[in-house]
């Protein structure tokens, strides 16, 4: 209902002060939270790249939303889909060295030593070289 100053009274998410809804920052506060939180986690693959891809989600409609004039943290939103793409990258670098790891001949000599010790002291001589062969 519009008083006859027009302003806005009993709607909801009317600004008061009659200068139209106010800014819906959610997102792009939510990207820039979920992006930074999947950082300091990119070593998980939930951290790194669930939290990553929400975080650029978030971000890209948060930053469209600025664009539009529908938010006022356009560059924040912006921001956090950065940084989830960098957790993303880490993530993905962190799988790849593992990956690469476990598929290494060393790796592959020390599952088939294991597998034909018998007694535990043969499984520590396992470890033993192969801890040598790494370090």
Known sequence: MAS???????????????GGPAPRNGLGIAALVVSLIGLVFFWTVVGGIVLGLLAIVFGVIGFRR?????????????IGAIIG???????????AVGVSFFKSEGFSDLRDCLSSADTQAEQQKCEDDFKDSVG
Do not use: C, F, W
């Open 4 to 18: 006859a100053h027009g302003q806005n009274y009993g709607y909801p998410g009317a600004d008061p002060y009659g």
């Open 85 to 95: 793409v960098l957790a993303i990258l880490a993530s993905g670098l962190i799988i």
């Open 66 to 78: 600025g664009k539009r004039g529908e938010a006022t943290n356009g560059t924040m939103a912006l």
